[in-house]
Nanobody, 118 residues
Framework: VQLQASGGGLVQPGGSLRLSCAASGNILATNFMGWYRQAPGNERELVARMSNGGTTNYADSVKGRFTISRDNAKNTVYLQMNSLKAEDTAVYYC?????????????WGQGTLVTVSS
């Protein structure tokens, strides 16, 4: 599975950005697609993820501001980020987690930088 992310950039506080990530290859039927982020000096953390069945999980810090969606026909996941804050600045990584029956297998995109600054 290969992931190609796009949509990062520089935005002012309060602004919006939309990230996209297209997955290619053999994605298994039971999976999550989502986004993680890593700010300098911090560990990578979950931002949002969505299962193939539509179940979503969000970090508390982004609830009400970010919305994850996916197009299963296109194997693409999106992250709409509104009301961005300086603390949202990070490298955002697209993730696909496939259920292999006994464990999850993670795949990662190359990362896209989101900078929130005036």
């Amino acid at each position: 599975v290969q992931l190609q992310a796009s949509g990062g950039g520089l935005v002012q506080p309060g602004g919006s950005l939309r990230l996209s990530c297209a997955a290619s290859g053999n994605i298994l039927a039971t999976n999550f697609m989502g986004w993680y982020r890593q700010a300098p000096g911090n560990e990578r953390e979950l931002v949002a993820r969505m299962s193939n069945g539509g179940t979503t999980n969000y970090a508390d810090s982004v609830k009400g501001r970010f919305t994850i969606s996916r197009d299963n026909a296109k194997n693409t996941v999106y992250l709409q980020m509104n009301s961005l804050k300086a603390e949202d600045t990070a490298v955002y990584y697209c993730n696909v987690a496939d259920w292999w029956g006994i464990r999850w297998q993670d795949y990662w995109g190359q990362g896209t930088l989101v900078t929130v600054s005036s």
